[in-house]
């Protein structure tokens, strides 16, 4: 059996900057709608919960796009990428709680305005160290081809 080489220069992935531009693209057009769903959904349950339902349906989304587009690593995720990509998740819904639960503590009833303005920084700052995992840690290589795409040839037969 056989298992076929990758080229070394896939394994690298595409270019940091290119690769941040379609992080901020993905991630940051993500956030915005995130940043819209958390209060409307925070008005049927606490804010923490919307913000967790919210981050884990996000961080699902965001994480096979970014396995294909922005780090191109050939396909899907594979669930050994989605859970190291949620650990870079819980850390980013973590900062996001904090900073508006800080802000409610400090002022009692902020505007919409106001908690958008936190909660997007919040997501921003998160986004950056997520980004630096995700391109250090999680996708630093190609996965290895499942075991139904290894080719068989025939053993040679010399004389």
Do not use: K
Request: with cysteine; glycine share 8%; proline share 7%.
């Amino acid at each position: 059996m056989e298992v076929p080489r990758s080229d070394p220069s896939a394994a690298e992935g595409p270019p940091v900057f290119a690769s941040f531009i379609r992080f901020v693209a993905f991630g940051g057009g993500t956030g915005v709608l995130c940043s819209l769903a958390v209060p409307t959904l925070a008005t049927l349950m606490p804010w923490t919960l919307a913000n967790a339902l919210i981050t884990i349906a996000s961080t699902l989304l965001c994480t096979e796009l970014h396995a294909r587009y922005t780090f191109r690593t050939g396909g899907r995720a594979g669930w050994r990428r989605h859970w190291q990509s949620a650990g870079s998740a819980a850390a980013a819904y973590a900062a996001t709680s904090i900073a508006v639960l800080t802000l409610h503590a400090i002022e009692a009833s902020p505007g919409l305005l106001t908690e958008q303005l936190v909660y997007l920084s919040a997501s921003a700052l998160a986004g950056i160290g997520r980004f630096l995992i995700l391109r250090l840690m999680v996708f630093t290589t190609v996965e290895p081809p499942a075991p139904s795409a290894l080719v068989r040839r025939p053993a040679l037969v010399t004389a």
